[in-house]
């Protein structure tokens, strides 16, 4: 789970992640990494500092 960890602190900083990090994770982190990030986007206004926060569903 350490590049799953590196991709979203990436894109914590960067805003943005290539398609060459997603072809080396596993389809177990690859899932958790698309949750998350629809998570931040319903949830987190796309705002870099709130990615990787947990926020409850309404």
């Not at 943005?16 to 629809?38: Q, R, Y």
């Not at 319903?42 to 709130?50: A, I, M, R, T, V």
Request: charge should be positive.
């Amino acid at each position: 789970m350490s590049a799953l960890k590196e991709a979203i602190e990436k894109l914590r900083v960067t805003g943005s992640i290539g398609l060459e990090d997603f072809k080396n994770f596993k389809m177990k982190d690859l899932e958790v990494l698309t949750e998350e990030i629809k998570q931040w986007c319903l949830y987190g206004n796309g705002k870099p500092e709130k990615l990787g926060k947990k926020h409850k569903e309404n």
